[in-house]
């Protein structure tokens, strides 16, 4: 079996922290009206918690990616191609949605003329980034925790209670565009983190006879 990090799965816990703040740090206005994103936008307290949501998204994805390299070495090659490229895939995503969620105020922050851009283009970008998060993070993490789970109840090369977890978490993950299911999602690597840093690994494999 290959080796990490005794701590390596406690990136599951950093990846549920970090989306938890990147999704509650920043709120943009629930509205389509020009004035009220012109407002928003116009103080700059508002433009730095935007900004610090959109990294925390970009960050949330780094740690995803880690996770699934970890869970792809405690597997031991059981893991299915198609749980880590739909888990990568995800980490992707969330890349993608901190850049559109952050498009505006980073732009603002960071650009020559600190001018608020057209209210209109601020409204697309976010609900771009939304309907990105949900299509292009969720939904393929959700596949992904699907065929985690179903290998690992197959393999045991986990423990039997993860892998009917990850299924469950993964049928829950389907529905993300409502609150309950990103709950779980949570609940899922805050708890799986935990386990499989406090869990000897299983070995693969015996020790062939006649070794030292």
Not at 40 to 59: E, P, R, T
Not at 71 to 81: E, F, W, Y
Not at 94 to 123: K, M, Q, R, W
Request: hydrophobic share 55%.
């Amino acid at each position: 079996m290959g080796k990490t990090s005794r701590f390596g799965p406690l990136l599951g816990v950093v990846f549920a922290v970090l989306l938890f703040l990147a999704a509650n740090v920043g709120s943009t206005p629930d509205t389509d009206k020009p004035a009220k994103w012109a407002d928003f936008y116009s103080k700059h307290s508002n433009q730095v918690q935007v900004l610090v949501s959109a990294y925390l998204f970009i960050l949330a994805g780094l740690a995803l990616l880690g996770f699934l390299c970890v869970l792809r070495t405690r597997m031991d090659g059981k893991m299915p191609a198609f749980a880590f490229v739909s888990g990568a895939v995800a980490a992707g995503g969330l890349c993608i949605t901190g850049g559109l969620y952050g498009g505006v105020a980073g732009d603002i922050l960071f650009g020559n003329t600190h001018v608020v851009p057209s209210a209109e283009l601020a409204d697309y970008l976010t609900s771009t980034a939304f309907g990105v998060f949900l299509a292009s993070s969720m939904l393929p993490l959700a596949f992904s925790l699907l065929s985690l789970g179903m290998a690992a109840i197959r393999t045991r090369v986990l423990s039997l209670w993860i892998g009917w977890f990850a299924v469950v978490t993964g049928v829950v993950t389907l529905f993300s565009v409502l609150w309950l299911p990103l709950v779980v999602l949570l609940a899922f690597l805050l708890v799986v983190g935990v386990a499989l840093t406090v869990q000897k690994p299983k070995e693969s494999a015996a020790t062939p006879a006649g070794a030292v």
